[in-house]
Structure formats: C-alpha cells, structure tokens
C-alpha cells in the first residue's frame, strides 16, 4: 500500500543536484523548455533574481521549477515583474498535479514577497503548455517576450 505524501520544494544542493539535472519533459515538449542543467547555469548568473528548486514528492523528484523576482522587465527601470520562469515536470510524473503545486508555491513565494502579480511566458503551439497556464488563471493580453506569450495571473 502507498501512502499519499504532499510534494514539496527543495533547494539544489550537491545531494540533490544529479536528481534535478536528471528530470527530463517528454520529447515533443523538449522545445517549450530548457533543459534544468541550463537553468542552473542561468541560476547561477542571475543570483538574487533566480529561484531555482526541485520539485519532490517523498524521495522521488519529480519535476523542477525556477521563479524569478523582482526583474527589470524591459531592461530600462520602468516595469518590475516577478514569476515563473522554468517549469519541468519529468514525463513519468506528468497528470499527477505537481505542475500545479509549483505554479502555486511560485505564486504564494510572490505574494510573500510583496508582488500583486506572478507571470510566465510560454512558446506557443501544439504540445505546448498554453491550456495549462490559462486553467490555472493566468490571461494573455497579446503581449510576448522574445517571441513567447505572456501570461499574468493576479495575486489580489
């Protein structure tokens, strides 16, 4: 028998980070998505802005998220976004609502940190993710950036 366990977030540690790099989407999602070994590497030039954490549910990892908080959005001081950035759920573990959980615990991080708004960017298309973000709130407005959809979800 198999007991229900609540996933919850870890920081990559080196215990953890063979797991995290590990986790790979299914292949026809592989374009919507960096791979996790890349978004450490932006992790690390970004510190203070990244959040990267993987995504466990008991002992199995079972995806990785990374937000971003407090980005200067068009690079010229006017507007401050905080959100998700990278989101991998490893393709075994997909349907099982962790996708969810992780939006959710990135949108709880920015409310916790002030934010009024949390938002994501996705390529668009087939096998993309644009049904799950919309599901869970978000809207677009027709607004992209480097060629993705902006979503927005407000926090209020």
Known sequence: MTTSTTPRLEEITPANFDAA???????????????VMKSLAEAYLHP????????????????FLMAFY???????????R???WRLNI??????????????????QEVRRRGGKECYVTWHPGPNGPE??????????????????????????
């Open 21 to 35: 790099v590990g986790i790979r989407v299914r292949p026809e999602q592989e374009f919507a998505v960096s791979p």
């Open 48 to 63: 203070g802005v990244a959040w990267p954490r993987l995504i466990v549910d008991g002992d199995r990892p079972v995806g």
């Open 90 to 107: 490893a393709a075994g573990e997909q349907g099982r609502g962790y996708g969810r959980f992780a939006v959710e615990s990135v949108a």
């Open 70 to 80: 407090d980005i200067d959005w068009y690079e010229d001081g006017s507007v401050r």
């Open 82 to 84: 905080s959100g998700l």
């Open 131 to 156: 049904g799950f973000y919309l599901s869970l709130g978000f809207r677009t407005d027709g607004e992209t950036s480097e060629g993705e959809t902006v979503g927005v979800l407000d926090l209020g």
